[in-house]
């Protein structure tokens, strides 16, 4: 199958930058598409973005638009997410997860996915 791993994590201060890595082992030439996810405490999980492997399709939430970047290096078999000017509010444990072998109808729900990584923090303090 396919393993994930995020890292890039860590506290900042508001209005700083951050970029977090998503690492592909495994069965990679399967996977059809990353999607980032984040959960705050007490909350649910939430779409960020997510990359379409076979054209570099991408889309965001519309909340982070503008200020997130997904993209990805195929020969590092790596997604990453460039998150710029972070506000307090975007303070959560940010996931990668994998679709393997196609697409979801909603690729935006998390239960869709069943390949997902460990978790990096990211804290923005004000």
């Known amino acids: 199958q396919v393993q994930l791993v995020e890292s890039g994590g860590g506290l900042v201060q508001a209005g700083s930058s951050l970029r977090l890595s998503c690492v592909a082992s495994?069965?990679?030439?399967?996977?059809?598409?990353v999607t980032w996810f984040r959960q705050a405490p007490g909350k649910e999980r939430e779409f960020v973005a997510t990359?379409?492997?076979?054209?570099?399709?991408?889309y965001y939430d519309d909340s982070m638009k503008g200020r997130f970047t997904a993209s990805r290096d195929s020969a590092k078999n790596t997604v990453y997410l460039q998150m710029n000017n972070l506000k307090p509010e975007d303070t959560a444990v940010y996931y990668c997860?994998?679709?393997?072998?196609?697409?979801?109808?909603?690729?935006?729900?998390?239960?869709?996915?069943?390949?997902w990584g460990q978790g990096t923090q990211v804290t923005v303090a004000s």
């Open positions: 997860a994998a679709l393997v072998g196609g697409p979801v109808p909603n690729c935006r729900r998390p239960g869709g996915y069943d390949c």
């Open positions: 990359i379409r492997f076979s054209n570099d399709q991408k």
């Open positions: 495994g069965r990679t030439s399967r996977i059809y598409a």
